[in-house]
T-cell receptor, first 112, second 113 residues
Framework: SQQGEEDPQALSIQEGENATMNCSYKTSINNLQWYRQNSGRGLVHLILIRSNEREKHSGRLRVTLDTSKKSSSLLITASRAADTASYFCATDPGGATNKLIFGTGTLLAVQP | DAGVTQSPTHLIKTRGQHVTLRCSPISGHKSVSWYQQVLGQGPQFIFQ???????GRGNFPDRFSARQFPNYSSELNVNALLLGDSALYLC????????????FGAGSRLTVL
């Protein structure tokens, strides 16, 4: 399979807690992105981290990237019920094509 | 500004039939990509078109084809449908300002019986 692996597959937390999701990938990358998907609808881009970056923040999101281990993590701080969704990492191998390789996703449930 | 729009939103077909899915990108976006998402999995890349030319193709059989029109809208065609083609088909567009960031439509959910 071309897809990377994400863990955990599912995560249930209480509102206000932090949620951490991990992603491992297989090939070299130009950048890595995280997307969110609500109830099997379209995906929404959250954050992009380039291969020469190690950490990036955007609001309550913090992303880390370790290219030596081919892994990334997404931290959502102070979670809210509205954060309930599936989260996917996607790697961009670069080149002429806009192809993204998506992971298997983490289903996050935030209990109010 | 309208986002990426896809039609139809849901459709049911039987094995062996043909289906055409349509996508209109964000105004000004010249690149359109198609992804297939089977239930419980992440999206898988099918095609990318840029300026009406195919830029990339994923590991899908020749039953899958696509094209992009002068207004940058796109069609995905699937012939001789199989049960395994049942999935959410997602269209995404991107612009020159953020070439690698995709804006997705809500998808077309295809059920093959």
């Amino acid at each position: 399979s071309q897809q990377g692996e994400e863990d955990p597959q599912a995560l249930s937390i209480q509102e206000g807690e932090n949620a951490t999701m991990n992603c491992s990938y297989k090939t070299s990358i130009n950048n890595l992105q995280w997307y969110r998907q609500n109830s099997g609808r379209g995906l929404v881009h959250l954050i992009l981290i380039r291969s020469n970056e190690r950490e990036k923040h955007s609001g309550r999101l913090r992303v880390t990237l370790d290219t030596s281990k081919k892994s990334s993590s997404l931290l959502i701080t102070a979670s809210r019920a509205a954060d309930t969704a599936s989260y996917f990492c996607a790697t961009d191998p670069g080149g002429a094509t806009n192809k993204l390789i998506f992971g298997t996703g983490t289903l996050l449930a935030v209990q109010p | 500004d309208a986002g990426v729009t896809q039609s139809p939103t849901h459709l049911i077909k039987t094995r062996g039939q043909h289906v055409t899915l349509r996508c209109s990108p964000i105004s000004g976006h010249k690149s359109v990509s198609w992804y297939q998402q089977v239930l419980g999995q992440g999206p898988q890349f099918i095609f990318q078109y840029y300026e009406k030319e195919e830029r990339g193709r994923g590991n899908f059989p020749d039953r899958f084809s696509a094209r992009q029109f002068p207004n940058y809208s796109s069609e995905l065609n699937v012939n001789a449908l199989l049960l395994g083609d049942s999935a959410l088909y997602l269209c995404a567009s991107s612009g020159a300002e953020a070439r690698n960031v995709l804006t997705f439509g809500a998808g077309s959910r295809l059920t093959v019986l």
